[in-house]
């Protein structure tokens, strides 16, 4: 089953095909299409643009509902379904949408800005950006390997970390078995996330490979 937008008068329409066969008045999509229009106040629910507007369903979702569609643009829509037409300035609009209320804007809106963290900004987005925990599961759920998307780790200050990131130690901490203390204010870099267990992350420091626990750390930015 796919799903079909198309747009006329600036109406937003979603229609759904079953083996060619397009069903414009399936109740359903007639009322998450009201929903959203609603909603959306008829705008780009990430750049505010009035044109060209269809629904952008937010993956993974097991059914067609108002709360994993947004109303996009064509051009962001077009950005969204093919990264090799990004344009990263475009998405400067994600600095007031990701302020949305609406869980599936924010899940785009996070995606997009850590595909695009390399470019700064958006790093400086990220770090100021509120979830909640079960949003920001969602919004991981089609990056990369799914035992790690599944738990989130944060700071001591609730941010969230992510593989590779840097963070510094907010305390002193004895590294047992390795004879040494790792200083307050030390710089971990690269840390990787332990799979199972969202309070611990690992890291070398003094060339020692150790795990730390989530609360003792500061991701530095
Ligand atoms: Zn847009």
């Not at 059914?63 to 990004?86: M, Y």
């Not at 899940?107 to 950006?129: F, H, T, Y």
Request: net charge negative.
């Amino acid at each position: 089953m796919l799903t079909q937008e198309k747009q006329l008068d600036n109406i937003l329409i979603l229609s759904i095909i079953i083996d060619n066969h397009i069903y414009n008045k399936c109740p359903l999509l007639m009322i998450i299409n009201s929903e959203l229009q609603t909603r959306s106040n008829s705008k780009c629910e990430l750049c505010a643009a009035t044109d060209q507007l269809s629904g952008y369903p937010v993956a993974p979702y097991d059914d067609e509902s108002i709360d994993h569609n947004i109303v996009v643009c064509h051009t962001c829509n077009d950005q969204l379904t093919d990264s090799a037409k990004t344009d990263a300035n475009h998405w400067r609009c994600l600095n007031d949408s990701m302020w949305s209320q609406v869980p599936a804007v924010q899940v785009v809106a996070w995606r997009m800005l850590n595909q695009l963290r390399a470019e700064g900004w958006p790093q400086d987005l990220l770090d100021i950006m509120y979830m909640e925990d079960e949003v920001m599961v969602w919004a991981k759920l089609v990056l990369g390997d799914s035992d790690e998307s599944s738990i989130t780790h944060k700071d001591s200050n609730g941010t969230f970390l992510t593989a590779g990131d840097t963070v510094t130690l907010t305390k002193d901490l004895t590294v047992k078995g390795a004879g040494f203390t790792a200083k307050r204010g030390t710089a971990v870099r690269n840390i990787s996330l332990v799979p199972d267990n969202s309070n611990q992350l690992e890291g070398r420091v003094n060339g020692t490979q150790i795990v730390i626990l989530t609360e003792f750390v500061k991701r530095a930015n």
